[in-house]
C-alpha cells in the first residue's frame, strides 16, 4: 500500500455574474421564448449575440428576433453523457444556425442515434418547462420538418418586464487530491502527535511543514527531522472580527511559532493566556484538537511556563 | 531585435498518473537538467517564467508551490501566465528583447490525473452561453472533426493513419505516454475513437533561452528563434469555420514561417482532427518531418504540450537533426489560440 495520502476535494462555486445590455436582452428572451440576435454594422445576424462586433470592435445594440428553427452545421454524436450536460440520454452536440441568423448557436439535439443526425438538417428549440433566463432556457433542439424561413429578421427592442440582469452558474468539480510524499509523511506524524520537518541536504534549514524543495537551494529535502513540539512566538497579531462558522470567541491571538529545531515558523492560534498578554518571545506548545475534531492538528498553542526566548534566538525566522 | 535561442530542453517521462509527486516533485528534475545542461545556477538567471492552471489541481495559487523548485529565494525576476508554458516562453522572448535579461528559464507543468480534465477543460469557455451546458473538450474537438469530413478533408480512415503516424514515431521518444500500435477504439465522440484523442497524463518541461553570444557560449549549436508570433480567433465556435485556423497562418506568417521551407514541424495538434487543420494551415507539405516526437497524441500533459513542441523542435536542431524547423502549441476550444515559433540552427542562417 502506497505511503501516499489522497482525499476526495470537491470544488464548487455557484458564479454569479451581471449581464450587459445584450446578453440580458437574450437571455431574457429565451426565457420568454424570443430568440435575439444582434445586427453588425455589415448587416450581420450573429447569434448568440454580442455586445461588440467580432470585425471593428464598435458597439452594437441592433436587435432583431430570428426563428426558433434552424438547421444544424455540424455535429458530434456523444454516447455517454456527463453529469450536467443537458439530457442523461446519448445526444448530438449541434451547432445551430437558427432561421435568419449568419452564425450558429452551440447546444444539443435529441435524437434516437449517430444515422439521424447529419449537417444540413432541420430543427427546432425545445424550450424547458421551467425557465429562468439561460442558455438552459433551451432544453434541447429537436428535429423538424419544416423549410427554412427565409424571411429578413423583424427588429425587437430587447425589452422586456422584468428583464434578467445576472445568471447564477452553479460550477462543480471532483477531485482526488495527493499532497505528495513530503506533505503525506507531515500529515501522518500528526496523527501521532508529532511534528516532522525536512532539511535541505544544502543550505541545512528545517522547513516544516515540508513540501519537498527548499525554496532558497531549489532543491530537494528527504531528510526527516522531528521538531517541537515546543516552540517560540515570532510575531503575532489580535483578530477582532469572528469568523463564519468558526466557533471562537474574539478577541484571539494569531501568531507565527518558530517550532524547536526548525527554521520556518508556521501559523496558529495562542489560547490559555489573556490575549494582550501574548508577546513575541512567548514559549508555547502544542493542544491537540481532541477526539471528533481532527486530532490531526494542534487546536492552539498555549504557554509553557519558560521564561521567554531571547530575541537573538528566533530573530532569523520574524 | 536581439537573437534569442533556445539553448537546453528537458522534460519528464509522462504518465497516467504520479501520485507520489507534488507538483513540485514533477518539476524539479526537469529544472534541475536544463539547468545542469547549461551549467547556468538558479541564481544566474535573469527572468523565471511559468505556465500552469489551477483548475487541474483545484486549488488557488497552485503555481506558487512549484516555485519552490527554481529557488526563489534571495529574490528572482518571476512571471507566470495561466496557460501552457509556450505563452510563458513568449512572455520569457519578450522580456529578453527589452533588454532587461540575457537568460531566462521557462517551465510548466501539468497534473490531470486529480481531477476528469475533459469537465475541467470545460470551465475555461464562456461562461455565459457555453460553460453552463459542460460541452468538453472531446465533444468540441468532435464537432471540428464532423466538420472537416462534410467538407470533405479527411475521412476516419485518415484520422487513424494520423494517430498510428504520430504514436509509431513516439517509439523513439522515452518521454511518450503512449507509442506504438494503439488500438483505434470505440468512438468518445463520434466521428472521434480513443485513438484518435490524446492520452491524459501528468507532466513537466523546462527549457532555457538566452540571447547571442550568451547562447553561444552555453549551447553548441543553439536553437535560434528566428520568429514568434501568437494570434487568436473568436471564442465562439459558430462564428469560425472549424476546417480552417486563419489564427494559426497569421502566426506562422509574422513568425516568418512562409519565408523558407521548414525540414520539421512539432505540432500541438491533441486531436487527430487538427492535425489535419494545421498542415493545410501551415501550408506543410509531405516532405516535412512532422511530429517526429509523437506530438500530443502520445503525450499531453496539459499546460505543458505546447512549451515541449517548442523544446523537441529545438532539441532536433541542438542534435543537427533539423536545421529550421517550426513549433507550434494551441489553447482554447477547436484551436482558437496559435502560437507559431520558427527556429534555426546556425549553419542554416550562414
Request: charged residues 20%.
Amino acid at each position: 500500500m502506497s505511503d501516499v495520502l489522497s482525499a476526495p476535494l470537491v470544488v464548487e462555486f455557484p458564479f454569479t455574474r451581471s449581464l450587459g445590455p445584450v446578453q440580458s436582452a437574450f437571455l431574457t428572451g429565451l426565457r420568454e421564448r424570443t430568440v435575439l440576435g444582434v445586427r453588425t454594422e455589415d448587416g450581420t445576424v450573429l447569434v448568440p449575440p454580442v455586445e461588440y462586433d467580432p470585425v471593428t470592435a464598435n458597439e452594437i445594440r441592433d436587435l432583431v428576433e430570428v426563428a426558433p428553427t434552424g438547421t444544424v452545421t455540424t455535429w458530434a454524436w456523444n454516447p455517454a453523457p456527463r453529469r450536467d450536460q443537458p439530457l442523461g440520454t446519448p445526444f448530438a452536440w449541434v451547432l445551430v444556425r437558427l432561421d435568419g441568423a449568419a452564425t450558429a448557436l452551440l447546444h444539443v439535439l435529441d435524437a434516437p442515434g449517430p444515422d439521424a443526425v447529419r449537417a444540413g438538417m432541420r430543427v427546432r428549440i425545445r424550450w424547458a418547462a421551467t425557465r429562468t433566463g439561460a442558455i438552459t432556457d433551451i432544453a434541447c433542439f429537436e428535429p423538424y420538418d419544416g423549410e427554412p424561413d427565409d424571411s429578413e429578421p423583424a427588429p425587437h427592442t430587447g425589452e422586456f418586464t422584468d428583464p434578467v440582469t445576472g445568471i447564477v452558474t452553479p460550477a462543480r468539480l471532483d477531485y482526488v487530491h495527493t499532497p505528495g510524499r513530503a506533505q503525506s509523511a507531515y500529515l501522518t506524524a500528526l496523527e501521532d502527535h508529532r511534528m516532522v520537518g525536512e532539511r535541505c541536504p544544502a543550505c541545512r534549514k528545517v522547513y516544516v511543514p515540508p513540501r519537498g524543495a527548499c525554496p532558497t537551494c531549489g532543491v530537494a529535502t528527504a531528510e526527516q527531522v522531528e521538531v517541537g513540539p515546543r516552540g517560540t512566538v515570532t510575531t503575532f497579531c489580535i483578530v477582532n472580527i469572528k469568523a463564519k462558522n468558526l466557533d471562537i470567541e474574539v478577541p484571539y491571538v494569531y501568531a507565527h511559532i518558530a517550532l524547536d529545531g526548525a527554521d520556518l515558523a508556521l501559523h496558529g492560534r495562542i489560547a490559555g493566556i489573556p490575549y494582550d498578554q501574548v508577546r513575541m518571545g512567548l514559549r508555547v506548545e502544542p493542544v491537540w484538537a481532541g477526539a471528533g475534531q481532527g486530532s490531526r492538528h494542534p487546536d492552539h498553542y498555549r504557554p509553557t511556563g519558560e521564561p521567554d526566548a531571547d530575541y537573538d534566538t528566533y530573530k532569523e525566522l520574524v | 531585435m536581439r537573437d534569442v535561442a533556445i539553448v537546453a530542453f528537458a522534460q519528464t517521462a509522462h504518465r497516467r498518473r504520479t501520485d507520489e509527486l507534488s507538483e513540485v516533485d514533477l518539476l524539479m528534475p526537469v529544472l534541475h537538467e536544463v539547468l545542469g545542461a547549461t551549467g547556468l545556477k538558479a541564481n544566474e538567471i535573469g527572468f523565471t517564467c511559468s505556465g500552469s492552471a489551477d483548475y487541474l489541481a483545484g486549488r488557488a495559487f497552485s503555481f506558487t508551490m512549484a516555485l519552490d523548485g527554481v529557488g526563489a529565494h534571495p529574490p528572482i525576476s518571476e512571471s507566470h501566465v495561466e496557460m501552457d508554458g509556450a505563452w510563458a516562453l513568449y512572455e520569457a522572448w519578450v522580456k529578453i528583447q527589452t533588454g532587461e535579461a540575457d537568460t531566462a528559464l521557462v517551465y510548466s507543468y501539468g497534473k490531470s490525473s486529480p481531477g476528469r480534465v475533459r469537465d475541467v477543460l470545460t470551465r475555461q469557455l464562456d461562461p455565459y452561453y457555453l460553460a453552463p451546458l459542460w460541452p468538453d473538450s472531446v465533444a468540441l474537438a468532435a464537432l471540428q472533426a464532423q466538420a472537416l469530413i462534410d467538407a470533405g478533408a479527411t475521412d476516419e480512415g485518415a484520422l487513424a493513419a494520423v494517430a498510428a503516424r504520430n504514436r509509431t514515431a513516439a517509439a523513439g521518444n522515452p518521454h511518450a505516454q503512449l507509442a506504438g500500435d494503439v488500438p483505434a477504439g470505440d468512438y468518445l465522440v463520434h466521428p472521434l475513437r480513443t485513438g484518435d484523442c490524446p492520452p491524459i497524463g501528468d507532466g513537466a518541461a523546462a527549457v532555457v533561452l538566452a540571447a547571442g553570444d550568451t547562447a553561444r557560449a552555453l549551447c553548441a549549436r543553439p536553437a535560434w528563434i528566428r520568429g514568434i508570433d501568437h494570434r487568436i480567433e473568436a471564442h465562439g465556435l459558430g462564428v469560425r469555420d472549424l476546417t480552417d485556423s486563419p489564427s494559426a497562418r497569421l502566426a506562422a506568417e509574422r513568425a516568418g514561417a512562409f519565408e523558407r521551407p521548414v525540414d520539421t514541424a512539432e505540432l500541438h495538434a491533441p486531436f487527430t482532427s487538427q492535425e489535419v487543420v494545421l498542415r493545410q494551415a501551415l501550408r506543410l507539405g509531405d516532405d516535412v518531418r512532422v511530429n517526429p516526437s509523437g506530438g500530443a497524441l502520445a503525450a499531453n500533459p496539459v499546460m505543458a504540450a505546447g512549451l515541449i513542441r517548442l523544446g523537441e523542435a529545438a532539441a532536433r536542431i541542438h542534435r543537427g537533426e533539423s536545421d529550421r524547423a517550426l513549433a507550434h502549441a494551441t489553447s482554447g476550444p477547436c484551436l482558437q489560440q496559435n502560437l507559431v515559433a520558427v527556429l534555426e540552427g546556425e549553419s542554416a542562417h550562414a
